[in-house]
């Protein structure tokens, strides 16, 4: 398995709130990417990184933050927590080659009340 | 419009059926993966295809480029088969376009 660890795992919190969930790995991937997985929308870009410091959106960014400033962590903040970003959200990574896969880590289940 | 669609979007079938799960694709590819979710669990590769044929087990995935299509066949299908199967297509510049996933339980 890819060295793909989140934290949290779960974690419920109050609207308006900051929440900062952590992907960390340990395949020195170059490319880390943040999705949130929703019933009948599959997955959905957030913001992807390509790079230390190197971040872009993704179709979803609004009311999401990011930040890279080691190869093995990425940071994804919900600056004021609302109910529409209760979801599952999903780390990957991938490397830069012509037929590249993408690596999950386990998920974090987030739930803003 | 997605770039990715799957069918069927929920699928049940009696132990030892025999599954299909299709995908098509609307862009420009460099592979096509199949992943599988199994419920609250994490994600996991089960094939990446440029071309033709795979096989792993009781799980075989096609891929046609020209019609820009591809299945997933599961033979003699177990309840330990149940889960949500993703078709994911991957482009240059290390983008993913996902489909919705096909969620399937195989009763026993």
């Known amino acids: 398995d890819a060295g793909i660890t989140q934290s949290p795992r779960h974690k419920v919190t109050e609207t308006g709130t900051p929440v900062t969930l952590r992907c960390h790995q340990t395949?020195?991937?170059?490319?880390m990417y943040w999705y949130r997985q929703d019933p009948g929308h599959g997955l959905r870009l957030i913001h992807y990184?390509?790079?230390?410091?190197?971040?872009d959106k993704g179709e979803v960014s609004d009311g999401y933050s990011v930040s890279r400033s080691k190869t093995e962590d990425f940071l994804l903040t919900l600056e004021s927590a609302t109910s529409s970003q209760t979801s599952v959200y999903f780390c990957?990574?991938?490397?830069?080659?012509?037929?590249?896969?993408?690596?999950f880590g386990q998920g974090t289940r987030l739930t803003v009340v | 419009k997605n770039e990715v669609e799957q069918s069927p979007q929920n699928l049940t079938a009696q132990e030892g059926e025999f599954i299909t799960i299709n995908c098509s694709y609307s862009?420009?590819?460099?592979?096509l993966h199949w992943l599988q979710q199994h419920p609250g669990g994490g994600i996991v590769s089960l094939f990446m295809?440029?071309?033709g044929k795979k096989k792993h087990g009781r799980l075989i995935a096609t891929i046609n480029i020209q019609e820009k299509h591809s299945s997933l066949h599961i033979t003699a299908s177990h309840p330990r088969d149940s889960a949500v199967y993703i078709c994911?297509?991957?482009?240059?510049?290390?983008?993913?376009?996902f489909g919705t996933g096909t969620s399937l339980t195989v009763i026993p």
């Open positions: 862009v420009g590819i460099s592979a």
């Open positions: 990957a990574i991938s490397e830069l080659r012509r037929y590249t896969e993408a690596f």
């Open positions: 990184s390509y790079g230390v410091k190197d971040t």
């Open positions: 994911a297509v991957s482009r240059t510049g290390n983008q993913f376009y």
């Open positions: 295809l440029s071309s």
């Open positions: 395949e020195n991937h170059r490319y």
